[in-house]
């Protein structure tokens, strides 16, 4: 066919009118969201350098997140932007999540138009520079749950209609300027009493006043924390603040109030840091018996009357922190103060105490410092060798002279710092100018900031086991969320003027020596909404990240970027046709080397050597193979820096699985090798385990001449470790109870709901794990025994399990049976009741405990048995009912002993006279900071927690 002339520009324009058709479809972002985000882009400076062409959900932009061509994500953390906010953002009508954290150049008001992001869940800007009043629009946003305004210049006052928002969990607005009184509702006009869902109030660091609203407060209200120190706030506490029963961090210090304490404060059971210091309240000093679980108390530089020490701060067994400095004390200090157990600080300085400071040689093996200066006293009890500091100067002691009083009368404190120190290598000096060393001893351009800790309940800054367990939990929020995080650096911890502990953080980055924005970015989100929880103890916290200068091609111009971005654009648009056949060849040979690599690993037992030895293909379910290559290069080798265990069965190697999950390996010695029968027995018997108490199998391996188990990875090590105090985690009563609850729960599990069942046959405080939230986990069943359906125990003649955890009559017959479990549970709940180990010195827990107990006497007249931790703490009732069961399970004749089924009842019933709900998965002190809040809450699911052993682990992030 002969076209003419006339007719090929004809041609020309139809194939024009096809390709922007073409276009069009391709184009995989909303108009009206890449408008948006183009106005976004014009406002500021330093974006990314792939914000180019106009295209950012097909086009991948930096922090932007899509779905079906709508924006639903903008998260931008650390990126050094600079400019402002413009109003067009409106039109990101899908927008869920906006984070622009720690942009310190971001400047300019919030725009009213943001009260039209309806679909906003999380509205994060911590650590910006924005100014102006907080737009009242903000209180359309309904379904906002996380609302983080911190660290910015905003003025004005808080605006009531953020009493709108009842699915608000977290409210931030701490470290403004912001103005007036706290907002509370009146008839149709809303405020923040209505927040009854929300779990943080942080309102510290502004120039609010007035009065503290008494109808702000009341028994409806679900607050954990009110923070509202460095204000002016004036006026009396009000007594609906006794309502608030879930409470248990408060900060009232650093404002004007005044009038005397209300006596109802004493109903807050839960509160574990109250901070009432530096205003000017008077009147008695409160009377707080009922804070049984309170571990910092600041009542210093107020107008209270003068009196004796107070008689009933001795019985506050958890407490670490004292301070009461010009308080009006006077009179003597009792002796028994220093002998709490976790006491760590002590200060009374400027009162009139007088006698003689006497120190027990019973004293806190945890105390560092004790302050009294400027008192009256006239005499010391030494003794020689204290472990920590003692402060007088300003006393009739010190004028004595002599050289007794040199150690004493000085006036500076010891300094007390903390370094993250190498991880068992050299360390390395860096050629790089910036580089830095990390904990690995490799050389990169770590991603820094500081952690800010609000309320922290420990005063000893120089506690090496606190800051590794901070460490481990940094490092393991940041792996399972798959970000590219090698190790984390902790230093210089110090007390800012606010009392928070400010720390230092460096976060080293894998497999490269910088992070890319994507990595930062991610970094950053964990860090500003909360997702990464840190121990307990360091309470409530922010972050302030620093602009991070070592992006590859961070030194090429932003604009020059843009600019080359859209001529490589038009470049590539134009070369599509071309190329597409290929791209296409390329996908389906992929996607076709793809599902043969699939195939292979949904069956691992292809190459299982199915001789008369091995056996049939085992069966699994949610475990799977994998190779020794794989588990060599995940443990750096089987290196001894991954080495976290030894038993009987081998190793046990820490390993770090591509998607960022940690896992625990064991490795079996040559010595302790089953046969494949018996290995594959296990493995099927292993992988049918799935239960939150009970250590879920990952996979395993078996090639090589290698037997190896992969375990999930819990956290926080064994029981036997917390009641020695090894872990440095507190073990109060009521988490002791969670746990008791937790490991009864797992063994359960396999005494009843397995098919066959399972005799663990090894139970003990050892083979007992705590997991992040201390929740527990029944592990090692390298010595389980399955039960056939006649059966219901085992003969051996091989001596199984722990000398001080046997059942008696195994001694007599040989036979392992359920309850032979039983017992052994019965002695794990001594310890738990004792922090005593089983046989110590000749002494067996179960006949001390029968030998002293008299049940006419309140706590059975167990007293000098019972841990300190659980002795003043733990109610009577709770505690002999928890003896009983004790007892029940350690009967001599395994017939008169409990079920597993009838013991998770019985502690279910303990819990609830002590008060606790035995639904709640957190193993906290009360349910809340650590995730065990009422109802359900996005930011307290963590795929570990829940995890049962299928591979990979259901990642549950915020939504």
């Not at 109250?274 to 008077?282: C, G, P, T, V, Y």
């Not at 008695?284 to 020490?309: C, E, H, I, R």
């Not at 939990?473 to 800012?496: E, H, I, M, W, Y």
Request: glycine fraction near 8%; proline fraction near 5%; charge should be neutral.
């Amino acid at each position: 066919m002969v076209l003419s002339l006339a007719m090929i520009p004809q041609i020309f324009l139809c194939f024009l009118v096809v390709w922007i058709h073409v276009l069009a479809i391709a184009a995989w972002t909303n108009p009206g969201d890449s408008a948006a985000l183009q106005s976004l882009k014009d406002s500021w400076q330093n974006v990314p350098p792939n914000w180019a062409g106009s295209d950012p959900c097909g086009s991948s932009w930096e922090g932007v997140g899509c779905i079906n061509s709508r924006v639903i994500s903008i998260t931008l953390s650390s990126m050094s932007l600079s400019g402002q906010i413009s109003g067009d953002i409106q039109g990101l009508a899908e927008l869920q999540t906006l984070d622009l954290s720690y942009n310190k150049e971001l400047t300019g008001p919030l725009p009213q138009s943001i009260g039209k992001l309806t679909k906003l869940s999380n509205l994060i800007l911590v650590g910006c520079s924005f100014s102006g009043p907080i737009p009242d629009s903000i209180g359309s946003l309904t379904k906002l749950v996380f609302l983080s305004l911190n660290s910015n210049k905003f003025i004005g006052g808080i605006p009531a209609t953020i009493g709108y928002l009842t699915e608000l969990y977290w409210l931030d607005l701490a470290d403004n300027q912001l103005t007036g009184t706290i907002p509370v509702s009146n008839g149709s006009k809303p405020g923040l009493d209505m927040l009854v869902h929300t779990k943080h109030f942080h309102f510290g660091k502004n120039q609010l006043s007035g009065e503290i609203p008494a109808r702000l407060l009341h028994s409806d209200l679900t607050l954990i924390h009110l923070l509202i120190e460095n204000n002016k706030f004036t006026g009396k506490i009000p007594d609906t603040l006794g309502l608030v029963q879930t409470m248990e961090v408060l900060r009232l210090d650093r404002n004007l109030l005044s009038g005397s304490v209300p006596q109802n404060l004493d109903n807050l059971t839960h509160v574990n840091e109250l901070h009432i210091s530096n205003n000017n309240l008077d009147g008695l000093l409160p009377n707080l018996t009922g804070m049984n679980v309170l571990n910092y108390l600041d009542m210093s530089n107020n107008s209270f009357n003068a009196s004796d020490f107070p008689s009933w701060i001795p019985s506050l067994q958890s407490l670490t922190t004292l301070v009461m400095e010009n308080t009006g004390l006077q009179g003597s200090v009792p002796a028994n103060l220093f002998s709490l157990y976790q006491l760590q600080t002590v200060i009374l300085r400027n009162n009139k105490l007088n006698g003689t400071l006497q120190i027990e040689t019973t004293y806190s093996n945890q105390l560092q410092l004790i302050d009294v200066q400027r008192n009256l006293i006239e005499s010391f009890t030494q003794r020689p060798g204290y472990p920590f500091q003692i402060m007088l100067a300003g006393n009739p002691f010190c004028n004595e002279g002599g050289a007794q009083t040199e150690t004493y009368c000085i006036k500076s404190q010891q300094t007390q710092t903390y370094s993250t120190p190498p991880d068992n290598c050299l360390p390395t000096e860096c050629s790089s100018k910036n580089q830095i060393a990390s904990p690995t001893c490799k050389c990169a351009f770590p991603y820094t900031g500081n952690l800010v800790f609000r309320a922290p309940s420990f005063s000893n800054l120089g506690n090496r086991t606190t800051y590794e367990i901070l460490q481990r939990s940094l490092v393991l929020s940041f792996q399972k969320r798959q970000l590219p995080v090698d190790s984390v650096a902790l230093s210089n911890p110090t007390k800012n003027l606010d009392d928070y502990l400010v720390i230092h953080l460096q976060v080293f980055p894998s497999s490269q020596d910088y992070f890319n924005r994507t990595g930062v970015s991610g970094i950053g989100f964990v860090l500003s909404n909360q997702t990464f929880k840190p121990p307990s103890s360091f309470g409530p916290f922010f972050f302030i990240g620093e602009g991070y200068k070592y992006f590859d091609g961070a030194s090429t111009d932003s604009k020059k970027s843009s600019s080359t971005g859209i001529i490589v654009g038009a470049g590539v648009g134009g070369s599509v046709l071309a190329i597409l056949a290929l791209i296409v060849g390329i996908y389906a040979f992929r996607q076709k080397k793809r599902a043969e690599d699939a195939a292979k690993r949904s069956d691992p037992f292809a190459s299982w050597d199915s001789n008369k030895h091995s056996g049939a293909v085992p069966h699994l379910t949610g475990a799977r193979f994998f190779s020794f290559e794989e588990l060599k290069k995940w443990t750096n080798n089987f290196s001894e820096t991954n080495n976290i265990g030894f038993g009987g069965y081998g190793k046990v190697y820490r390993g770090t699985l591509p998607n960022g999950e940690l896992v625990a390996i064991k490795r079996a010695l040559q010595g302790s090798m089953q046969g494949a029968l018996e290995f594959k027995t296990e493995i099927e018997l292993l992988s049918r385990v799935h239960h939150k108490n009970v250590v879920g199998l990952a996979g395993f391996c078996f090639n090589q001449a290698e037997q190896m188990l992969v375990y999930e990875y819990i956290p926080n090590g064994t029981l036997k470790d917390g009641l020695s105090g090894k872990t440095g985690i507190r073990l109060d009563w009521m988490r002791r109870l969670k746990i008791a609850i937790g490991a009864a729960r797992g063994l359960q599990y396999l005494h009843d709901l397995v098919n066959p069942p399972i005799i663990h046959r090894d139970i003990k405080s050892n083979n007992i794990l705590l997991d992040e939230r201390l929740n527990a986990k029944v592990a090692d069943f390298g010595l389980s025994k399955l039960l056939g359906d006649s059966e219901r125990g085992h003969i051996t003649t091989q001596v199984k399990g722990t000398m001080g955890y046997m059942d008696p009559e195994y001694y007599m017959t040989n036979q392992l049976t359920e309850k032979s479990d039983v017992y052994s549970f019965g002695v794990v709940l001594l310890e738990i009741v004792t922090g005593k180990v089983p046989i110590e010195k000749g002494r067996y827990i179960v006949r001390e405990v029968r030998t002293a107990m008299d049940k006419t006497k309140d706590m059975y007249n167990l007293q000098e048995i019972l841990d300190p931790a659980v002795r003043s703490v733990a109610s009577s009732r709770s505690l002999e009912k928890f003896v009983d069961l004790a007892l029940k399970c350690v009967e001599e004749e395994g017939a008169n002993r409990p079920t597993m089924s009838e013991v998770v009842k019985e502690i279910e019933n303990i819990m609830e006279i002590a008060g606790l709900n035995p639904n709640a998965e957190s193993a906290s002190t009360s349910e809340t900071y650590e995730g065990a809040n009422k109802g359900h809450h996005p930011y307290t699911d963590e795929s570990l927690f829940v995890y049962s052993g299928a591979y990979p682990p259901s990642e549950i992030d915020p939504k």
